[in-house]
């Protein structure tokens, strides 16, 4: 039977192509091999004009015109920017957990025997943080916040776990951070362009495509050891 005589497996409409004029659906038969399914995924990835190729590639050369290309309409050629920090924020902290599980590392609390005046100098930075734009009340939150992290970093230390179970820690905590600090950073960048026009949305898609854009600088350089 012809596409023409085909009819939607979802809404039943009468197929005119590949795709249903009337709900969207992509007219794909499913009961293929487990190898072409496989060639076929891996194809839609790494395929030079697929979707998540061409973002990954602007993104490295081009950051910028990723999100004006975004912002101008242009995103049938490239994937959400949540998808695509999604993509980069996840392989960056799985492959970093990796490396840092495999690794052998000296233990911190050699460096700290070898100058104790480290640990003072680091408390002595936490104590003295103050973000002008946050009230007098947050800025104490923040340093006690700092203090208590400190706390807990020095007992990591003392227990003799070693570098590696510092930097676990951190790759644990980090991605709900990063992410939760995602739409304060596009709040930041909205106030500070408040009269260019430029809609919040619009500062967390650059947002989401900026820390993508890290992650992907972090990946190469994790690679290049």
Not at 116 to 121: A, G, H, K, M, V
Not at 156 to 185: C, H, R, T
Request: charged share 15%.
């Amino acid at each position: 039977m012809s596409l023409a005589e085909q009819h939607c497996t979802n809404c039943e409409s009468l197929l005119t192509g590949p795709f249903c004029h009337f709900c969207g659906q992509r007219q794909d038969d499913l009961r293929r091999g487990y190898w072409q399914l496989i060639g076929e995924a891996f194809d839609n990835l790494f395929h030079p004009g697929s979707p998540i190729a061409r973002s990954l590639g602007l993104l490295i050369a081009r950051p910028g015109a990723l999100t004006a290309e975004y912002l101008a309409g242009k995103r049938a050629r490239s994937i959400p920017p949540v998808r695509l920090y999604f993509i980069t924020s996840i392989t960056f902290f799985f492959l970093a957990s990796a490396a840092n599980n495999f690794s052998v590392t000296a233990p911190i609390e050699q460096t700290v025997a070898n100058d104790p005046s480290d640990w003072t100098e680091v408390e002595e930075a936490a104590n003295s943080v103050n973000i002008d734009w946050l009230s007098e009340e947050m800025n104490a939150l923040v340093r006690q916040h700092l203090s208590r992290q400190l706390e807990k970093l020095q007992l990591l230390v003392a227990s003799g776990e070693g570098e590696g179970a510092a930097v676990s820690k951190v790759l644990d905590l980090a991605p709900p951070i990063v992410f939760l600090l995602l739409p304060l950073f596009a709040l930041l960048l909205k106030l500070t362009y408040l009269r260019q026009g430029v809609y919040y949305v619009e500062h967390l898609v650059f947002a989401l495509h900026n820390h993508a854009f890290l992650f992907v600088n972090a990946l190469v350089r994790l690679a290049a050891g």
